[in-house]
Nanobody
Framework: QVRLVESGGGLVQAGGSLRLSCAAS????????MGWYRQAPGKQRELVAI???????SYADSVKGRFTISRDNIKNTVYLQMNSLKPEDTAVYYC??????????WGPGTQVTVSS
């Protein structure tokens, strides 16, 4: 089992920046990708960014050019640098990891609130 813990959320004004972190522990040897998803009130959970074990990266169109996903394999941590934040980025952000056997794990989530 993979355990994930997010940190770094908070309240920021529009145009500001935040960096989210996701630390993985447990059965991490078989993780083939990790990513960030978000869920705003009344909306479905949506993909924000993913990074694979060979460092292929994908972003949602809504965050391209503003958010950057990266990983530190020594610390088993994935980061999401969020710049030029907008009120519509307000959501609970969840870290996700999927193993090579297709078993996925979610973190508990961290709240990001962007004020206008």
């Amino acid at each position: 089992q993979v355990r994930l813990v997010e940190s770094g959320g908070g309240l920021v004004q529009a145009g500001g920046s935040l960096r989210l972190s996701c630390a993985a522990s447990g059965s991490i040897f078989s993780i083939n990708f990790m990513g960030w998803y978000r869920q705003a009130p009344g909306k479905q959970r949506e993909l924000v960014a993913i990074i694979t074990s060979n460092s292929n990266i994908s972003y949602a169109d809504s965050v391209k050019g503003r958010f950057t996903i990266s990983r530190d394999n020594i610390k088993n941590t994935v980061y999401l640098q969020m710049n030029s934040l907008k009120p519509e980025d307000t959501a609970v952000y969840y870290c996700y990891a999927r193993r090579s056997d297709f078993i996925g794990s979610w973190g508990p989530g961290t709240q990001v609130t962007v004020s206008s």
